[in-house]
């Protein structure tokens, strides 16, 4: 499984004696699964809900980089210009498909979504650059811009650093009302892919291991070491951010799969605490950080997994609606044709 989350690239020393060593140590990481990736969903229930529904669509716009929150051929939004817009950005290994749900669900809160499309492995700074760009372009089309950006993830990393002040080309709009959203992501870098910024390593595999790295995660696989600028300089954010809530989980003992007897036979637990608390962003004015006690997939769901946890935070800070209490029966609905439970 080829990504960039959470390379679990190996917990073990390796001796560089040579490259009889070298080559060991190769096998090894090309052999390994990657499995830090929120994944696209295995099979699932979304098909029957109605694909790429914003509420009130009024006026049909197309905007670089961002599609409708399905897996479609269409690049059009549908869109009512008066009210906000939520963008979702997904990690990697995902596609904007991969919250198809969610933004259902924010749709039957009277809440439009669109999701960024972007290759996961290109440079984070591409990416991210995509992303402000296009978060200029759809304020263009918006009475009175108003933009949540809520990234999951890898996802999240890309969606802070599109709205930072000092990169080099931020959201130039200054009309627009930003807020972001993170959820399980690794501000402080990648604890498996430290190797991959092993500056000895890197010497004595000849350049090998930079490959290698390469070929597993693509052009990021620098950005997501904790000895990156990338990471170590995370930059503050752009004057129109208004607030960024940050989602932490706590992964331990979290399962993502059980067997038929109960035993668990894929973890959900991805990235660590101190993987996802890096203190220039926690603590970062506007930030407020929110801790979960959930899986790395199971807080925004999948099929068979409803993102409970999830829902109640965005609701309690704001993010999504509350549920009015007549309608609450047809959300416990939707909810279940969407993730099937």
Not at 221 to 226: H, L, R, S
Not at 243 to 250: F, G, Q
Not at 264 to 280: A, G, K, T, V
């Amino acid at each position: 499984m080829m990504g960039t989350c959470a390379i679990r690239i190996w917990t073990q020393s390796i001796a560089l004696a040579g490259m009889a060593a070298t080559a060991a140590f190769v096998a090894l990481l090309l052999a390994l699964s990657l499995g830090g990736c929120a994944t696209p969903q295995r099979e699932s229930a979304l098909e029957a809900a109605d694909p790429g529904r914003l509420p009130s669509a009024q006026k049909a716009v197309s905007v670089p980089g961002l599609r409708p929150c399905n897996d479609g051929a269409s690049n059009t939004l549908h869109i009512d210009p008066s009210q906000p817009v939520n963008i979702l950005v997904h990690g990697c290994n995902g596609s904007t498909g991969r919250f198809h749900a969610l933004a259902e669900v924010l749709a039957f809160h009277g809440q439009q979504s669109a999701c960024l499309a972007y290759n996961d492995r290109d440079s984070l700074m591409v990416s991210s650059g995509q992303l402000a760009h296009a978060v200029d372009t759809l304020a263009l089309h918006l009475d009175t811009p108003q933009i949540t950006v809520i990234g999951h993830s890898m996802g999240g990393l890309v969606a802070r650093k599109a709205l930072i002040a000092d990169r080099p080309e931020p959201v130039r709009n200054t009309q627009i009302d930003l807020r972001l959203v993170t959820v399980s992501a690794p501000f402080s870098g990648i604890a498996a892919a430290r190797m991959c910024a092993a500056s000895a390593l890197r010497v004595a595999t000849l350049g090998l291991n930079d490959l290698v790295c390469w070929l597993i995660s693509g052009d990021n696989w620098y950005e997501i070491t904790a000895a990156s600028d990338f990471i170590q300089k995370p930059g503050s954010l752009a004057t129109q951010v208004s607030r960024h809530l940050k989602v932490v989980t706590d992964e331990r003992d979290s399962c993502r799969r059980r067997s038929d007897t109960g035993r668990c036979i894929e973890s959900d637990y991805i990235f660590s605490l101190n993987e996802q608390r890096h203190p220039p962003v926690t603590r970062a004015a506007l930030t407020t950080d929110v801790e979960v006690v959930a899986g790395h997939v199971e807080i925004v769901g999948e099929s068979g997994v409803t993102p409970h946890k999830l829902i109640d935070v965005f609701q309690r800070e704001g993010i999504v609606r509350a549920t009015p209490p007549e309608r609450q029966s047809a959300f416990q609905a939707l909810l279940v044709q969407l993730y099937g439970q």
